[in-house]
Nanobody, 115 residues
Framework: QVQLVESGGGLVQAGGSLRLSCTVS????????MGWYRQAPGKQCELVAA???????NYADSVKGRFTISRDNAKNTWYLQMNSLKPEDTAVYYC?????????WGQGTQVTVSS
């Protein structure tokens, strides 16, 4: 059973940084695509950053220049480095990947940015 487990959320002051991790387990195949999403209270879930299969990283306009998506193949872990955080970045963040036509989501991690 493929599982995505996130960690790294927390409370940070505006201007600070956090790094989210998404560790993939249970897959015999290499995960070559990943998306980070977020959902704030009362708002729709939005794509923040992604690396599609065979593609390059892309970012929502609201986070360009501040967030970076990356991976460590040896650890089967994907990261979302978030710098210069703003209160409007407050949300539950999820990682999501697709493998053999099936979508897998992490459990979510809360990021709260205080002003």
């Amino acid at each position: 059973q493929v599982q995505l487990v996130e960690s790294g959320g927390g409370l940070v002051q505006a201007g600070g940084s956090l790094r989210l991790s998404c560790t993939v387990s249970g897959s015999r195949f290499s995960i070559n695509n990943m998306g980070w999403y977020r959902q704030a209270p009362g708002k729709q879930c939005e794509l923040v950053a992604a690396i599609p299969s065979g593609g390059s990283a892309n970012y929502a306009d609201s986070v360009k220049g501040r967030f970076t998506i990356s991976r460590d193949n040896a650890k089967n872990t994907w990261y979302l480095q978030m710098n210069s955080l703003k209160p409007e970045d407050t949300a539950v963040y999820y990682c999501k990947s697709r493998l053999l036509g099936v979508e897998y989501w992490g459990q979510g991690t809360q990021v709260t940015v205080s002003s």
